[in-house]
């Protein structure tokens, strides 16, 4: 491997150097542009605000809403590897596309819906273990004891390792003959497991992984909440005789709530989409131990069905969108009702708002 | 030494001949290609591209490279890719089956006008009447590799593998590994069991067959019933217990050799992979080799530099340097000829292989064979699946693959 002498250094910074300066420019541009176009000559009242949007917006039209819509476009088309360069497009070759992502396999011998199942039960448990877990370890760290800082900046390394890293490291200690998991059952006299090539156990090493990289973030989230809540909540239950699970059931989790449901949601967006994980730590590429992003990704670029693919990610899309939404509405979440909380937490047990 | 070794290669290429037939002199502006290849940093044929590609920009400073190294299946789904977006690199160096769906893309261009193909060897990347790449080197194939301090000699058949593989399989240490992950792994015994993956017009899957369900028994009873390899092993797995002398025997690539020469050194033992004794056929590994293709995207003199440094990679000295440094057999036919090539004990163990293999085809519709055999392989393995189950479902993927191609 070449080392990173100065002149690597330089060459990297010239590359990366020319790409800034073509955006600079770009965005100089378009600064001029508007400010003659709505200073100058409109004269209108909100040219500056709409100046400092101006390059984020595009920046979100040329990286999300470009795309979204080029994929859009493929999911009627009938691109694969032999319509690479000239794919047709059209109403009924999308029905077709829609039709074959519920009715054909979306892998070699997977069908949609074992897929998404599986898919429901890795959200499933991941959410849980994140929030159980990362509850337990907020409400830990909470009290008052030695060391707390270092333990809490230990609980976020896990967090602040590169997903990919830490993927390939775990895939590293899945490995029958040199993993550490093997070498610690094998030690104290069991049989070592079959991680990358038995479902169950691959589907579990796949957890073990997404469980220990999530945790530190509900629990860095919990643990923010926990540290809002006013110490006289506790206070007045204690005097009114209440025990720690119902202090905890009665104050702690109702007062959380504001706090956990944003994360609870941004845990299952995730986790559903979470790719990293699931498609590094399945190295034999096991079809049942794939989950829908992963599925969606062989389908377009181990198998080349680009149009079908784009359509399988539009589904994708809706029932993400789709289980966000109930589950909005089920814990009557609404984002003014972190302002609201936010409120509460000024007030203390006899003030009224 | 550097600098040395681009003056000597420099001199080599005036030598021989860089302008022979076919060849495009190099352009005289400035000229920047980007190389795209699956050759690895691990078994230094990464090192080795690179090497080559400073040497032409030493004796033509205005061409310049910037070579990056991409995993097998990584570069083709990036290629596609960076084709479609109008992103593609300026040359492409890797195994020949990608000439499949890059010429069904249409993202390659033809090299039978650009080169004397005449001068190597027959090309694996030729589909109907064009050739869509320029070969590197020969073979790309599977072979027997053992160590010499642990089996004498290699076992002549797969009776005397696994009578021989149960004495060596103790303490920790196993007769035998492969990489169980990878149907191109499978392709040899199927082979061997008298089958074949396509049926004589090339593109017609013949996966559910007699032949499949005893490979792939085969396979299963090694690991189980015989127990002489691991229970798992991919690539790095069984490379790591070669080199550690934990596994007697390998069954690994070409581009390997040069690596566990390095490793082994005098230990090192090369043969075919023991002969099938059921059917007392020999394992037919695919053979290919190493190829440059040329994204259809690359014109003007871009495209001259990149036929002439093609010239040069491929002439007759750095043939020869590609045989001594990485133990692979050239594409060509001058070098072949070598007295190197022909007497060289690790090359001539990996021709031994060579000539009992079959050329890998490079037709799109390998691609669903590949990707049908995978699952099912593992599946089998893993001891989830029986040999006749895996070998019924990977024949309907392949078929249903097909459909979607069309």
Not at chain 1, 53 to 67: D, F, K, S, T
Not at chain 1, 119 to 124: A, D, R, V
Not at chain 2, 221 to 233: G, M, Q, R, V, W
């Amino acid at each position: 491997m070449k080392s990173l002498t100065p002149d690597v250094m330089v060459t990297s910074l010239g590359q990366v150097g020319g790409i800034l300066a073509v955006i600079v420019v770009a965005v100089v541009v378009l600064e001029l542009i508007l400010y003659f176009l709505l200073k100058k000559i409109l004269h209108y009242r909100y040219a500056l605000p709409f100046m400092l949007i101006a390059p984020g917006l595009v920046g979100l039209i040329l990286l999300n809403v470009y795309p979204i819509a080029y994929e859009l476009y493929i999911a009627f088309s009938n691109m694969n590897l032999l319509r690479f360069r000239n794919p047709s497009h059209s109403l009924a070759i999308g029905w077709e596309n829609l039709k074959s992502v519920f009715t054909a396999p979306v892998l070699k011998q997977q069908y949609f819906f074992p897929v998404f199942l599986r898919t429901m039960l890795w959200t499933g448990i991941q959410v849980f273990f994140h929030v159980s877990l990362g509850l337990f370890l907020a409400i830990l760290l909470n009290r008052p004891m030695k060391l707390r800082g270092l333990y809490r900046t230990l609980l976020v390394v896990p967090w602040a390792l590169p997903q990919v890293v830490a993927s390939l490291a775990w895939r590293g200690e899945f490995n029958f003959e040199y993993g550490f998991l093997n070498v610690m059952l094998t030690r104290i006299g069991l049989q070592a497991i079959q991680w990358k090539s038995n479902p169950f156990w691959n589907f579990t090493a796949m957890n073990i992984t997404n469980i220990w990289l999530g945790v530190p973030f509900m629990a860095v989230i919990l643990l923010g909440g926990l540290q809002s809540l006013s110490k006289s909540y506790y206070e007045a239950a204690e005097m009114d005789g209440a025990r720690p699970w119902k202090q905890f059931s009665s104050i702690t989790l109702p007062l959380i709530k504001p706090i956990m449901t944003p994360a609870i949601v941004l845990g299952v967006i995730w986790t559903f989409n979470n790719f990293n994980v699931p498609f590094f730590i399945n190295e034999n590429n096991l079809e049942t131990s794939d989950i829908l992003v992963t599925a969606l990704f062989r389908a377009a670029f181990d198998f080349n069905r680009y149009g079908f693919s784009a359509m399988f990610a539009m589904v994708i899309f809706l029932i993400l969108f789709g289980i966000t939404i109930v589950y909005m509405k089920a814990v009557s979440f609404s984002p003014s009702a972190l302002a609201g909380s936010k409120a509460r937490e000024t007030l203390t047990v006899g003030e009224e708002k | 030494m550097k600098k040395w070794v681009c003056v000597f290669l420099a001199l080599a290429v005036l030598a021989g001949g860089l302008f022979a037939k076919g060849g495009v002199e190099a352009p005289k502006g400035p000229v920047k290609i980007a190389l795209w290849t699956q050759e690895g940093e691990s078994e230094g044929s990464f090192q080795f591209v690179k090497k080559l590609a400073d040497a032409y920009t030493a004796l033509y400073p205005n061409i310049t490279f910037d070579v990056l190294n991409k995993e097998t299946e990584a570069l083709r789904q990036d290629f596609l890719a960076a084709s479609l977006a109008g992103s593609a690199p300026d040359l492409v160096l890797t195994v020949n089956d990608h000439a499949g769906p890059f010429s069904v893309a249409d993202v390659i261009q033809p090299v039978d006008s650009l080169f004397d193909l005449k001068l190597y060897l027959p090309s694996a990347a030729a589909i109907g009447s064009k050739t869509w790449g320029v070969p590197v080197s020969s073979g790309n194939h599977l072979m027997l590799l053992f160590n010499k301090d642990m089996v004498k000699t290699a076992p002549k058949d797969t009776d005397e593998l696994i009578s021989v593989g149960k004495t060596l399989t103790t303490g920790g240490k196993y007769a035998i590994v492969w990489n169980q992950t990878e149907p191109f792994w499978l392709v040899p015994w199927l082979g061997g069991f008298g089958g074949s993956v396509f049926d004589k017009d090339g593109v017609t899957p013949t996966l559910n067959t007699k032949a499949m369900v005893d490979t792939l028994q085969f396979l299963y009873d090694l690991k189980s019933k015989y127990a002489i390899t691991p229970k798992e092993a991919d690539y790095a797995t069984m490379d790591t217990l070669f080199k550690e002398g934990k596994s007697a025997m390998l069954i690994n690539g070409d581009w390997s050799l040069g690596d566990y020469s390095k490793a082994l050194g005098d230990k090192l033992g090369i043969a075919p992979i023991p002969m099938v004794s059921a059917t007392k056929k020999w394992p037919a590994p695919y053979t290919s080799g190493k190829y440059f293709m040329i994204p259809k995207s690359v014109t003007g003199d871009t495209l001259k530099a990149v036929v002439a440094f093609i010239n040069f990679y491929t002439n007759y000295e750095n043939q020869i340097d590609m045989a001594k440094t990485l133990s692979r057999l050239p594409a060509l036919r001058k070098a072949t000829a070598d007295e190197y090539v022909k007497n060289n004990p690790v090359l001539r163990g990996s021709t031994s292989q060579l000539v009992l293999g079959t050329p890998m085809p490079a037709a799109l519709e390998m691609r669903c064979n590949w990707d049908a055999m995978k699952p099912e392989l593992n599946a089998v393995l893993a001891g989830t699946k029986s040999a006749a189950d895996a070998a019924k479902a990977m024949q309907d993927a392949a078929v249903a693959c097909l459909k979607t191609i069309q």
